[in-house]
């Protein structure tokens, strides 16, 4: 079992190494399987991220979902939590805290409804535990919304075999890779 630090920091400047186009074509084959586990969901509410740097980018993916009437919420983070509202579009975005886009409009607020969270991460284990940067956001976020489903997306380099975790620790129910 691998120090979670060091893992991280090979990790990321590992995908930070990724070029634009492998970033592209490596997105486009997770955003095809995510299109199956979203289709076999009974909600339209979906929780999304916006890609920083290299992470798994999809952005189209979003839109088209957008325009299929799906309800997309994006994370807004506040001191220690992390809060997600109703989007109707991917332009109104601003970056905030990390830099991470986080969208403008914040009238509708996730609250309590059955959800697919498509949760990033620096790097999952075979038993779909996760690490992201080491804040614990969408931890507690999981762990206060039962209700909703994590799904976990990454580059198939970022699966390892074990992952220090603690019971804090909140693991997805699948991860999906290229």
């Known amino acids: 079992m691998t120090n979670n630090n060091e893992l991280r920091k090979t990790l990321l400047a590992k995908r930070n190494s990724l070029s634009k186009e492998e970033v592209s074509n490596l997105s486009q084959i997770i955003e095809n399987k995510l299109v199956k586990e979203i289709n076999n969901f009974k909600s339209k509410n979906i929780l999304c991220y916006y890609p920083l740097n290299n992470e798994v980018n999809l952005l189209k993916l979003y839109e088209k979902l957008l ?3 799906y309800n997309l919420y ?10 997600f509202y109703l989007v109707d579009n991917l332009t109104d975005f601003t970056k905030g805290t990390f830099e991470v886009h986080e969208p403008d409009n914040r009238n509708i607020e996730f609250r309590g409804k059955e959800a697919l969270v498509i949760t990033p991460g620096l790097a999952f284990d075979k038993d779909n535990n996760r690490i ?6 969408y931890d507690r976020f999981l762990r206060h919304n ?8 990454c580059y198939r380099f970022q699966i390892v075999d074990d992952l220090y975790s603690t019971p804090y620790d909140v693991p997805v129910t699948k ?3 290229d």
């Open 67 to 69: 325009d299929d009437g």
């Open 74 to 83: 994006f994370p807004v983070t506040y001191r220690d939590t992390i809060r």
């Open 132 to 137: 992201g940067y080491g804040r614990g956001y």
């Open 146 to 153: 039962k209700q909703t489903t994590p799904i976990g997306v």
């Open 175 to 177: 991860v999906i890779t």
